[in-house]
């Protein structure tokens, strides 16, 4: 009964440290800021994130807070010491100061994670009319 016991035990605690490993997902930067950007030009930025963990990272469904930012992540998993991106562009429609976010969810041990785009949209600078030869 003892031996069962033991091997019960055993089997218990290997598959509690089984569980207890995942994947870490770590972004080298969570935020970036555009600065000043014209108006009608879209801007893109490539966050890149490292699996820190002991399994493999899957990204979700990764989503912006509105239209106006288009996410593309990497699909594949992503396996432990290797790295993936989240790509956002902005689409600077409206002027004035933008504040976005993109929604990172993944099967990593510390979850979601939210990216931030930050930036000011400026007036677009129009090009002189040439004059003409008359």
Do not use: H
């Not at 801007?43 to 994130?49: A, D, G, I, L, N």
């Not at 998993?77 to 956002?88: I, L, Q, R």
């Not at 902005?90 to 510390?110: D, L, Y």
């Amino acid at each position: 009964m003892k031996k069962v016991f033991s091997l019960f035990v055993a089997i218990l605690a290997f598959s509690a440290v089984s569980f207890a490993q995942k994947g870490v997902i770590k972004f080298a930067k969570n935020e970036n800021d555009f600065g000043k950007i014209e108006q009608g030009k879209p801007v893109t930025y490539v966050f890149e994130f490292t699996n820190t963990g002991t399994d493999p990272i899957v990204l979700g469904n990764v989503a912006a807070s509105c239209g106006c930012t288009t996410p593309e992540w990497t699909r594949e998993p992503v396996m432990p010491n290797k790295k993936g991106t989240v790509k956002a562009t902005f689409n600077a429609g409206v002027m004035g100061p933008f504040n976005k976010t993109v929604t990172v969810p993944s099967n990593a041990e510390n979850g979601t994670v939210y990216l931030t785009l930050k930036g000011e949209v400026i007036a677009n600078k129009t090009a002189t009319p040439a004059k003409s030869g008359k």
